[in-house]
Each structure stands twice: as structure tokens, then as C-alpha cells.
């Protein structure tokens, strides 16, 4: 039983920056992936970001490498999106989603692999 809650949207400017968050509660497990995807409307739903739960592990789609970072703190059972130099096509609703079989990273980017999603978080870049 795993509930995800994302949280952290909002308006901002081109060029600046935004953390999303995203709890987990329930059991987490070493073989357990969290990945971030966003959709945007009428478009399907895009990998974003992937981060292995205990090995710390991390994969970017290319439209985001380089300004967008996923990281974990284990502590507090949660995984966090953070998005720089942001773009009005980064402009989507993002989701958090939680897998527990160990599949291989090519796998984790479609969002057929993920087990749990949360209910998303707005995102809005304006130019």
C-alpha cells in the first residue's frame, strides 16, 4: 500500500526555478523506483525523471538534463523535482510515480512500468 502526494506547483516567470515534492507513506522497498512525468493538454504523458529508491541512482529525459534534478532524502520517505531555468514548455501538470520490481532504466521511462501515482501538481512557466 503506497499513497504519493505531490505538492510545489505554481505560476512562475521563464528562467526561474521551482522544487516540486512529492511524500510517500506506506512500505518502501531497496528494489523501489520513483520517477516524475509530466502532461501537458491534448500531449501524452512524458518521462521526466527517474531516481532509485536506495541507490541513489538517476536518469533525465533529454528536453530536461542539465536544468532539472531529482534527489531523495530518505528521512523524511520522500523524492523531489528540481526544476531550473524553466521554459514555457515546461509547462504541464507533473506527477510522482512509485515502482517496486527492479527493472532496468530503459523500462522506467515509460509510464506503463509504475505501480502508484499521485494526483499531480500544476506547473505554469510564463514568457
Known amino acids: 500500500q503506497v499513497q504519493l502526494v505531490e505538492s510545489g506547483g505554481g505560476l512562475v516567470q521563464a528562467g526561474g526555478s521551482l522544487r516540486l515534492s512529492c511524500a510517500a507513506s506506506g512500505r518502501t522497498f531497496s528494489s523501489a523506483a520513483m520517477g516524475w512525468f509530466r502532461q501537458a493538454p491534448g500531449k501524452e504523458r512524458e518521462f521526466v525523471a527517474v531516481?532509485?529508491?536506495?541507490?541513489?541512482?538517476?536518469y533525465y529525459a533529454d528536453s530536461v538534463k542539465g536544468r532539472f534534478t531529482i534527489s531523495r532524502d530518505n528521512a523524511k520517505n520522500a523524492v523531489y523535482l528540481h526544476m531550473n531555468s524553466l521554459k514555457p514548455e515546461d509547462t504541464a501538470v507533473y506527477y510522482c510515480?512509485?515502482?517496486?520490481?527492479?527493472?532496468?532504466?530503459?523500462?522506467?521511462?515509460?509510464?506503463?512500468?509504475?505501480?502508484?501515482w499521485g494526483q499531480g501538481t500544476q506547473v505554469t512557466v510564463s514568457s
Open positions: 510515480a512509485a515502482q517496486f520490481s527492479r527493472l532496468t532504466i530503459a523500462a522506467l521511462r515509460f509510464p506503463s512500468a509504475y505501480e502508484y
Open positions: 531516481i532509485s529508491w536506495s541507490g541513489g541512482a538517476t
